[in-house]
């Protein structure tokens, strides 16, 4: 979660590129997926992260195999209460089932609009398009499975595929400036803006109809 950590090993002359955003992760996951912090933090900080690695390109993810499979994270009660849990503690044994509720699946979709609206090279952790189960490495390296979805899992990934369109077809999610519009304690509009490409993005993380004016 140290971000000064993270930019020392960014340097296109001597080190590398760019790095995995670990620091954006956390901050995403807590009050999107997790719903325990305010949309106003997370705009905070990622008004600030924008440029604070100058013009590396970061990596941008909700999931990989150091941390438990996302999904836990956004099920009605969190299985992992800590966003930087590893997840070892289920690793081996009473290992999480496949969550049946559609709340989790839509609280993971939301969490992949915001990296898709945003800089960043994001990421998909293979099987986090389909809200994939499992808990700390290994656990989190379950086999894919390419059939027998349910409803809820077709509908993330029918999300993630319609996310992957849009950003390629519009600069402005991949290169654009973006200003917040409006914001409450659930919501957030902002526009990315490239040149003459511009996108609004709408993002509500409550589990009902929000409506938002200009702040």
Known sequence: GDQNLIKSFIDPCTKLDGQFDFPLRAQLVQPVIMRQAKMNDLITFMDANTSFYGTSVMSTFLGNHDVPRTIHFGEDTPLWSDVWANGKDRNWSNQPTQPTSANAY???????????????????????????????????????????????????LAKVQKLGAIRAAHTALRRGDRT?????????????????????????KSDSPAQEIGR
Not at 112 to 140: M, S
Not at 183 to 202: E, H, K, N, P, S
């Open 180 to 204: 917040t519009l409006s914001y409450g304690d659930d919501t957030w509009v902002y526009q990315m803006v490239d040149g003459a490409d511009r996108v609004y993005v709408a993002i509500n």
């Open 106 to 156: 839509e609280r993971l979709a939301l969490g992949f609009a915001v990296l898709w609206t945003n800089r960043g090279a994001p990421l998909i952790y293979y099987g986090d398009e389909i809200g994939l189960a499992g808990a700390g490495d290994p656990d989190n390296r379950r086999m894919m499975p390419w059939t027998g979805y349910s409803a809820a899992q077709a509908a993330l």
